[in-house]
């Protein structure tokens, strides 16, 4: 079965960096849009960046400038390069993605268990 793997979160001080990686594991011929969202608690799940197949990438107010999406395709797996990072950013990350199981197949999405990111002041 197809499973997202988040890692990379932990707990960091203000200002410094953080990079995200989302493993694909399971049989996915290729990935077409992805994306980021984080979730703090008491709040909604917010879309944090997003990457379409054509590689249009957009980002929210909050992070723009500082975070970054992409992707290798060949291991399929998605990243988030987070800078400067503030206590604000705290919230819990999660993937999801878009794929196709072959090609020419239908498209599928899925969601990964998520990965906690911590900023300290």
């Known amino acids: 079965q197809v499973q997202l793997v988040e890692s990379g979160g932990g707990l960091v001080q203000a200002g410094r960096s953080l990079r995200l990686s989302c493993a694909a594991s399971?049989?996915?011929?290729?990935?077409?849009?992805m994306a980021w969202y984080r979730q703090a608690p008491g709040k909604e799940r917010e879309l944090v960046a997003s990457?379409?197949?054509?590689?249009?990438?957009k980002y929210a107010d909050s992070v723009k400038g500082r975070f970054t999406i992409s992707r290798d395709n060949a291991k399929i797996t998605i990243f988030l390069q987070m800078n400067s990072l503030k206590p604000e950013d705290t919230a819990v990350y999660y993937c999801?993605?878009?794929?196709?199981?072959?090609?020419?197949?239908?498209?599928?999405?899925?969601w990964g268990q998520g990965t906690q990111v911590t900023v300290s002041s």
């Open positions: 999801n993605a878009h794929y196709v199981l072959v090609a020419g197949g239908e498209e599928y999405d899925h």
């Open positions: 399971g049989s996915i011929f290729s990935m077409n849009a």
């Open positions: 990457s379409t197949s054509a590689g249009t990438t």
